[in-house]
């Protein structure tokens, strides 16, 4: 309700009072002075009625008690001289009988009792157009009949007929003043308000401060639009000193701020070359250190493949000349065999380490990793205990590169994956191209995992936490696979495997 009033215009909510004090509230005080004297009429009515009962009875007890009808015939006619009694009737009651009445006397005898009786019209109550008052006749404490008056309230109808037109007329006629009266305020009051209103409104909206209020009166509101005309010349004078202030404000801000922005870019240029001279001084550093790692792991990788050589050359002759004496040991040759093609291999991959050591180019050629990693993990599983499952996604496809060092890469990270998993498990090797045309390799086991610490050392040469380890395996692995332009990267979870992601150029 509260927040209905404050939406309303000051006209309406002057409107709304006006109409309430001038055409309600009267409309009510003559509501009320109206039911007064229509209740005054009422029970004047009935006094009336009833006073004139009580006589009456008197009179026609007399005639009752001696069954005089034309006595009581005459005494309820002269009853009935009033023009608004309508009827008179006298019961009498029937001899043996305490509560049986019958028609003694009735005045104009062509009355329609019975319809009365039909309609059930209450006595000694006003109903429409009459109303009915019956009174009972008493001797000695007993009821010898009643009397019964029917009169006419036309009177009152009339009365209550007038009081309607007058209040009608009375309603329109104030309606109709407040109308006036409210539509000659609006022009003298409202309007210079409303013109105000708009021009703060205007003013609020665009922030034009030229903008003036018409002064539309020469009373009191003539003076408040001349005291709000001077105020807007004040205000806008004031804009104007206070845009031209921060205009200056602005250039010297936009001038300062350009000087800062280069100060603060020539700043960060000097940071970032900083910055990128130490990144580079650590790395070269960095790149200095593995080099030196890698110089010395190749040197004494040199030296070890140069001394293996000769044993491997005398334990190739020995098996020749075992072969040569025993052609008929048909197990112990087969065995000879696998002694021979191992030496073979690994004469091959040192030969192979040795050539790029000295900087000799890959021999890439296309090849089937699916037989590639089936043939590494021969090598490495020995025991037949575990389980190599590839999956190309989503169809077989080759790979440009050096099949026998490859090889020794695959070799070494299913010989790791085996190490961690003792009692036997599962190897997954996924294969597939990525949209950036690289050949991502998943392989993942099912072994003990990593740490987050160790993690990030494990291809770092000289590195490892195995006790009969010397740090070699990975870091090889990662020296093969950035030969052929790839990289290698580690996940691990404590508990649940290893995961090795290789990516190799598709081309």
């Not at 009808?69 to 001899?95: D, R």
């Amino acid at each position: 309700m509260n927040i209905w009033l404050k939406n309303l215009s000051f006209r309406t909510k002057f409107f709304l009072s006006s109409f309430l004090v001038t055409v309600l509230m009267p409309i009510i005080g003559g509501w009320a002075l109206y039911q007064q004297d229509i209740n005054s009429t009422e029970n004047l009515i009935r006094f009336n009625i009833i006073n004139q009962l009580e006589n009456l009875s008197n009179l026609i007890y007399p005639a009752l008690v001696f069954d005089d009808k034309i006595s009581a015939s005459e005494q309820i006619k002269g009853f009935t001289t009033n023009p608004m009694m309508k009827s008179v009737e006298i019961w009498k009651k029937e001899a043996g009988f305490n509560d049986k009445f019958e028609l003694f006397s009735r005045y104009p005898s062509k009355v329609d009792v019975t319809s009365n009786k039909k309609q059930k019209i209450p006595e000694n109550t006003f109903h429409k157009d009459i109303i009915i008052i019956s009174k009972d006749i008493i001797s000695d404490d007993e009821k010898l009949g009643i009397i019964k008056v029917t009169r006419s309230l036309s009177d009152l109808n009339t009365k209550k007929a007038e009081y309607l037109q007058v209040g009608i007329l009375s309603a329109l006629s104030i309606f109709i003043i407040i109308i006036l009266i409210t539509l000659w305020y609006q022009s003298s009051l409202t309007k210079p308000l409303k013109e105000l209103s708009l021009v703060a409104e205007k003013i609020s909206k665009e922030k034009n401060y030229s903008t003036r209020a018409n002064k539309i009166s020469l009373d009191e509101f003539g003076a408040l639009t001349d005291a709000f005309n001077q105020m807007l010349d004040s205000l806008e004078s004031s804009n104007s000193k206070l845009l031209s202030a921060n205009e200056e404000m602005e250039l010297r801000v936009e001038k300062r701020t350009s000087e800062l922005t280069l100060m603060n870019e020539r700043i960060i240029k000097e940071m970032s070359e900083k910055e990128i001279a130490t990144q580079e001084l650590i790395k070269t550093k960095d790149q200095l250190n593995q080099n030196e790692k890698l110089a010395n792991v190749g040197q004494v990788s040199s030296n070890i493949a140069h001394e293996l050589r000769n044993p491997m050359a005398a334990i190739r002759n020995s098996t020749y000349f075992l072969r040569l004496k025993l052609r008929k040991e048909y197990k112990l040759m087969e065995h000879l065999k696998i002694i021979d093609r191992e030496i073979s291999r690994s004469d091959e991959v040192i030969q192979r380490l040795l050539e790029i050591t000295k900087g000799e180019d890959l021999k890439k050629s296309p090849t089937d990793l699916n037989t590639l990693a089936l043939d590494a993990m021969s090598f490495a599983d020995l025991s037949k205990r575990y389980q190599l499952i590839i999956n190309f996604i989503p169809n077989p496809f080759l790979v440009n590169l050096d099949k026998l060092l490859f090889r020794q890469v695959l070799f070494n990270i299913f010989l790791n994956s085996i190490q961690a998993m003792p009692e036997g498990g599962e190897i997954k090797m996924e294969i597939s191209l990525t949209n950036s045309e690289m050949v991502e390799i998943i392989i993942t086991d099912q072994g003990k995992g990593i740490e987050e610490d160790y993690l990030q050392k494990i291809f770092d040469p000289l590195y490892t936490d195995k006790e009969d380890g010397i740090g070699l395996g990975l870091s090889l692995c990662r020296d093969l696979v950035s030969r052929h332009g790839g990289k290698v990267e580690a996940s691990s979870k404590v508990g649940t495997g290893t995961k090795i992601k290789i990516y190799l150029p598709s081309s």
